[in-house]
């Protein structure tokens, strides 16, 4: 049975640097220590792996076989110290690293665009892994460590994870263009309970809010079909198979193209408040501080009920 040998890579670097430059009195400069203190260490290393590695002739050292073969792999060791130095200095400068964050369908496909190609902008190399789910799906994911921030609306609170305010959205009622109701000037949530509702998935924020919003009118709304799918909820829609309520500038295309309509509810406006999710005592990486700081940079200070398209619209004429 082998003996177990415990490498000590203050002598194996000793010994690099004697090898390389077969001189004790230049390895003892490159280390910034003493002639002795090199033929010492090497001497150390010789006796613990039981080799002679250095052959004296003269006044000149030579490498015997087996001290070649040693320099071969462990001059490898500290190419690869190097390396992972440099590694180090490109994660803490952001000249490489991943960036993992969270949102909901809507914002993965309406405003993360925008949100990322801003921080590419400042970061080119940080690759980047978008996670979509709904608000709830993408709390947990903050907690199983998969993502470090999301951008969510705060459907519940959680004494692990800090949510900064970022925007408000509001939630508007769409309709197919010839829907009965579409002709109305406004519509109260009454007129809506005998409507086939097409609701967001469980877990959604947008589908708290609209219950809540129908529960404080004690109202039963009668779900016809429960989707993610937002894109789906508008064709669906559109079609008259139900009515649905949506966030207001994911239908701002079909309503401009009055392929959709949209009703006020009468004396009531329902929004979702979004937030900047991570968990409060971990500490972000480097990139995840940086799209951090991106975020709180552009959020309104003055205006906490910014849209995020209002945001991005009063970002794009700074630029500008």
Avoid at 8 to 13: A, K, P
Avoid at 106 to 132: G, N, V
Avoid at 190 to 210: F, N
Wanted: charged share 30%; glycine share 4%; net charge positive.
């Amino acid at each position: 049975m082998r003996g177990v040998l415990m490498l000590n890579f203050n002598q194996l670097r000793v010994f690099c640097q004697t090898a390389r430059y077969l001189s004790c009195t230049r390895a003892a400069e490159k280390l910034y220590i003493t002639q002795p203190a090199v033929t010492a260490q090497i001497k150390l290393l010789e006796d613990s792996c039981n080799l002679k590695l250095f052959r004296k002739k003269g006044r000149r050292i030579y490498l015997t076989d087996e001290g070649k073969t040693l320099y071969d792999y462990a001059a490898k060791v500290f190419e690869y110290e190097k390396e992972i130095e440099n590694l180090i200095d490109d994660l803490k400068e952001l000249k490489r690293g991943m960036l993992r964050l969270g949102t909901s369908k809507t914002y993965a496909r309406y405003f993360m665009p925008f949100l990322i190609t801003s921080f590419r902008e400042a970061y080119p190399h940080i690759k980047i892994q978008l996670d979509e789910g709904s608000s709830l799906d993408m709390i947990h994911s903050l907690l199983d460590l998969k993502n470090e921030l999301a951008v969510i609306a705060k459907v519940e609170d959680n004494p692990d994870i800090c949510f900064t305010p970022f925007s408000r959205e509001e939630l508007v009622l769409i309709l197919a263009p010839e829907h009965p109701l579409a002709r109305k000037k406004y519509i109260t949530l009454a007129e809506l309970a005998g409507e086939p509702l097409i609701m967001k998935e469980r877990g959604s924020a947008t589908r708290k809010q609209v219950i809540a919003a129908f529960d404080d009118n004690g109202i039963s709304p009668e779900i016809l079909m429960e989707t993610s799918n937002a894109e789906f909820i508008k064709q669906l829609v559109q079609r008259g198979d139900g009515v649905s309520f949506i966030v207001k500038e994911a239908a701002a295309v079909e309503l401009q193209e009055k392929k959709l309509v949209t009703v006020p509810i009468k004396g009531q406006k329902i929004f979702l408040d979004v937030s900047i999710a991570y968990l409060k005592n971990e500490q972000l990486s480097p990139s995840a501080q940086a799209f951090l700081d991106i975020l709180l940079k552009i959020a309104p200070k003055e205006k906490p009920g910014e849209s995020i398209r209002t945001i991005m619209a009063r970002m794009l004429s700074q630029w500008k």
